[in-house]
């Protein structure tokens, strides 16, 4: 669903990088908490444990979405990963997730217009995100508390986020699209085809949630206060158990062999299973060219990058090529990510400090 320049005008697209920007000033400051609460229940082993986390989240989404799966006749669709990124590592550091990966993939990859970054962070990070994490929260919170539960929500959440953003990049297409077109066609195109698509979002992101969970549920946002309690039976009623066992150590608790474990998995999906993706047009690309929604597209600003459409120019072997560029993305994504929250980590640290330092935190 990445949006070109051209597809919107100036004026909504100027408003929509508004947006953005303020978007992720709120999640600049949200996700400090995140990480910081993140940190402080010992489940990432540290608070220099967070941001690694947070960018691997950022790099498999990168990766996924390099695998087209077929959703109809001469149509694919990709995951979007707000849903994913906002159950896994929070909402406001999901925001960030999806945006680090639609910020390289606009200036490194010429997928997405550089004009059009505004319109797609507001589709595509931002809308699945709230959209996704608001439906989550209010389904788990009425089903069992059980892994189970968690695991479904983040289907459901999934399926409907992608069809949110189908609807919001139809509202904005309404107010500044390029071209005369039928809005009520285009929305009925957009989200009977995104509907399929968000089936697709549902399957990877219960599956990846659900495979942490198994593993290691504490690294699941989503999933945390979620346990159910020992219970033991006095007097034959039960009762919670008390809590007597010690803490486990931040070493035993270490998240490396997930992290490790993570990002190889995004290499070989990025540098592997991505030469086997799907080749149709994704769910916006069918749709313009169907309704002539792209006629005023333009070129991409990088279009001549050494890495665009996901290739290694100069490299003539496509599998090759594709494989080096699917790589280099992980590896960039990872590392930008990771500088992000580490940095948001840092800052909020600072503050903290700041804080206890300062007259009226001192004691007396």
């Known amino acids: 669903m990445h949006a070109p320049d051209g597809f919107i005008d100036v004026p909504v697209s ?12 709120v ?49 694919s669709g990709h995951l979007l990963g707000g849903a994913l990124a906002a159950i896994l590592v929070g909402p406001y550091t999901g925001v960030l997730c999806v945006s680090v990966v639609l910020m390289l993939q606009s200036v490194l990859f010429a997928d997405g217009g550089l004009t059009a970054l505004g319109v797609n962070i507001t589709t595509m990070a931002i809308t699945t995100t709230v959209v996704a994490y608001a439906l989550f929260r209010g389904l788990v919170k009425v089903l ?54 968000g089936l697709g979002e549902a399957a990877i992101t219960a599956l990846t949630v659900g495979a942490v969970i198994a593993v290691r549920p504490d690294l699941v946002h989503g999933a945390r206060g979620l346990g159910q309690k020992l219970k033991l039976r006095v007097n034959g009623e039960l009762v919670d158990a008390p809590e007597t066992a010690e ?16 990002l190889v998995t995004s290499l070989v999906l990025a540098g592997f299973v991505s030469f086997y993706a799907s080749a149709n047009p994704d769910g916006l690309e069918k749709v313009a060219a169907d309704h002539g929604i792209d006629k005023q597209a333009e070129e991409h600003a990088v279009a001549d990058s050494p890495l ?26 990872v590392v930008a990510g990771t500088g992000v929250f580490w940095a948001v980590r840092r800052r909020r640290a600072a503050d903290e400090r700041a804080g206890d330092t300062s007259p009226a935190g001192t004691s007396v």
């Open 27 to 75: 999640s600049l400051r949200g996700a400090r908490r995140e990480l910081d609460d993140t940190a402080r229940s010992g489940a990432s082993g540290g608070a220099e444990r967070t941001a690694p986390l947070a960018g691997l989240v950022a790099a498999f989404i990168f990766a996924v979405q390099m695998l087209n799966f077929p959703v109809a006749a001469g149509t």
């Open 144 to 197: 069992p508390r059980s892994r189970r539960s968690v695991t479904a929500a983040s289907f459901v959440a999934a399926l409907v986020s992608v069809p949110a953003s189908a609807v919001v990049f139809t509202l904005l297409y309404a107010v500044g699209g390029t071209t005369d077109v039928s809005i009520g066609k285009v929305a009925t195109a957009m989200v009977g085809v995104h509907v399929l698509i």
């Open 308 to 333: 665009a459409d996901y290739g290694v120019k100069d490299v003539d072997d496509a599998r090759l090529s594709g494989g080096l560029a699917g790589v280099i993305g992980v590896g960039v994504t």
């Open 247 to 262: 803490p486990v150590p931040a070493a035993a608790r270490s998240p490396r062999k997930v992290w490790i474990a993570g």
């Open 14 to 25: 100027a408003a929509a990088g508004v947006l953005a920007a303020g978007a992720i000033a």
